[in-house]
């Protein structure tokens, strides 16, 4: 991509993303970043993390998906999952309400930090919708076509033999896994629909939700083995 750094994610992912790689889309998108970067422009995260969740996340081992939106567009947060920031880093108000819900489900005492690698080491993909931001300006990179490329990752997903949870959390995340065929529908994965934790919207079915229970349940009743949500504290 447009970073002199190489691109980093997992090799069960490269042969299958491969044609959007090589697409007019993502080439357009890689000028578009080279363009940005030569402007003197911000862009979060750092180029080798771009691509973490899937860097993270194997396609053969994702077991549970939850789509954001864009990364966190402030100084030192984002660092390629959704939802998640940098040790050392306040967790933003919708994280903060994901652990109050994760508390009242599971009765997980509330993380010390808001740093979510240890989800997807589990087979939680975190994957947004829009992989890059400007510095101050959310959303600044939409329609530039990552939406396209996340899409082809959530196809992949959607395709596995093996069952998995969709966390989707608000309209817009809904939207985007429209096509999911949940087993509600006949299909084999299942697809929890629930208000998106930010603060305007979790009180109008975020929290009661329970979807970290909900997807372990699930799990186990299709002899996987369920996720620790626990998040253990950061020593550095």
């Given amino acids: 991509m447009a970073d002199a750094q190489p691109v980093k994610l997992h090799a069960s992912w490269r042969e299958p993303l491969a044609e959007e790689f090589a697409s007019p889309y993502m ?3 890689r000028q578009f970043l080279v363009a940005e970067k030569a402007a003197g422009k911000r862009i979060f995260p750092k180029g080798n993390e771009w691509f ?3 860097d993270l996340t194997p396609l053969d081992a994702v077991r549970v998906v939850i789509l954001g939106q864009d990364p966190y567009h402030g100084e030192g947060q984002a660092h390629g999952l959704c939802f998640s920031v940098q040790p050392g880093v306040r967790p933003p108000p919708s994280l ?3 652990y109050k819900e994760l508390h009242s489900d599971l009765g997980l005492a509330r993380p010390g930090h808001g740093f979510l690698e240890h989800w997807a080491k589990q087979g939680v993909l975190l ?3 829009v992989l890059t931001v400007e510095s101050g300006l959310a959303a600044s990179h939409k329609g530039r076509g990552w939406e396209s490329f996340t899409d082809a990752v959530i196809r992949l997903v959607a395709a596995k033999e093996t069952p998995v949870v969709f966390l989707l959390w608000g309209s817009y995340a809904q ?16 697809v929890l629909k ?12 975020f ?6 229970s909900q997807a372990n349940a699930f799990l186990e009743a299709h002899g996987e083995t369920p996720v620790d949500w626990s ?4 020593h550095r």
């Fill in 207 to 212: 929290f009661g939700s329970r979807p970290f």
């Fill in 127 to 129: 994957l947004n919708s």
């Fill in 194 to 205: 629930a208000a998106h934790p930010s603060p305007l919207s979790a009180h109008n079915g």
């Fill in 96 to 98: 903060v309400n994901i």
């Fill in 231 to 234: 998040l253990p504290e950061i």
């Fill in 52 to 54: 973490r969740a899937l």
């Fill in 27 to 29: 080439a357009a998108l």
């Fill in 175 to 190: 939207k985007k896994a429209a096509f999911v065929q949940s087993v509600a529908q006949g299909g084999r994965h299942l």
